[in-house]
């Protein structure tokens, strides 16, 4: 079936670090692929998205790109900063031979900057 | 424009009691679907609505049930509540354009039930 692994947390980083985040899927089909971000206390926020292959989804220093031939969709980004500190979920949409989406997510893995 | 709203935020009830939660989706967009958040599950598929009408289904028990209005409005239902039920739960709507369903689901805030 399908399914996302993230590589498990939590990762403490000191400000301006290099993050990256890695994560793998297993899917039937052409999925697409995002990165949500939780705050605490709040719901999902969505970071980026890709919907085929070679894509690369970019917002707020973030990057990811699909990765066909690796199964993976590995979030970067270049200077952490504190208030990146949240928990990230890698996500796929299921293919579904009938119409409709769900949401498929990763465990998510919690970054933690500090100053 | 508005977000996803759920109400209400915090639920504190009692083993065998039902709740009800309710979502409005962002104006516009027709979907919405219900997420159950634990730290042991993570986050769990409950299912997706769409024109009044269910169109997918997560494996939850006949419990979980769900239904949406014709101003896309959803409310969810948990009946005879167990301690397991205790979860952030989310919701989120997404926008479907001449047929074509857009993959993007945008969250509430969530309801955060506590089953004592």
């Known amino acids: 079936g399908n399914s996302v692994t993230q590589m498990e947390g939590p990762v403490t980083l000191s400000e301006e670090a290099f993050l990256t985040i890695n994560c793998t899927y297993t899917?039937?089909?052409?999925?697409?692929l995002f990165w949500y971000v939780q705050y605490p206390g709040e719901g999902l926020q969505l970071l980026l998205k890709?919907?085929?292959?070679?894509d690369k989804g970019s917002n707020k220093g973030f990057e990811a790109t699909y990765r066909k031939e690796t199964t993976s969709f590995h979030l970067e980004k270049g200077s952490v900063q504190v208030s990146d500190s949240a928990v990230y979920f890698c996500a796929l949409s299921r293919v579904a031979n009938q119409a409709g989406t769900a949401l498929i997510f990763g465990k998510g893995t919690t970054l933690s900057v500090s100053s | 424009k508005a977000g996803v709203t759920q109400t209400p935020r915090y639920l504190i009830k009692t083993r065998g009691q039902q709740v009800t939660l309710s979502c409005s989706p962002i104006s516009g967009h027709r979907s919405v679907s219900w997420y159950q958040q634990t730290p042991g599950q993570g986050l769990q598929f409950l299912f997706e609505y769409f024109s009044e009408t269910q169109r997918n289904k997560g494996n939850f028990p006949g419990r979980f049930s769900g239904r949406q209005f014709s101003n896309s409005r959803s409310e969810m239902n948990v009946s005879t509540l167990e301690l397991g039920d205790s979860a952030l739960y989310l919701c989120?709507?997404?926008?479907?354009?001449?047929?074509?369903?857009?993959?993007?689901?945008?969250f509430g805030p969530g309801t955060r039930l506590l089953v004592l």
């Open positions: 899917a039937t089909g052409y999925p697409s």
């Open positions: 989120a709507s997404s926008l479907e354009v001449a047929g074509k369903e857009q993959e993007t689901q945008y």
């Open positions: 890709a919907t085929k292959a070679d």
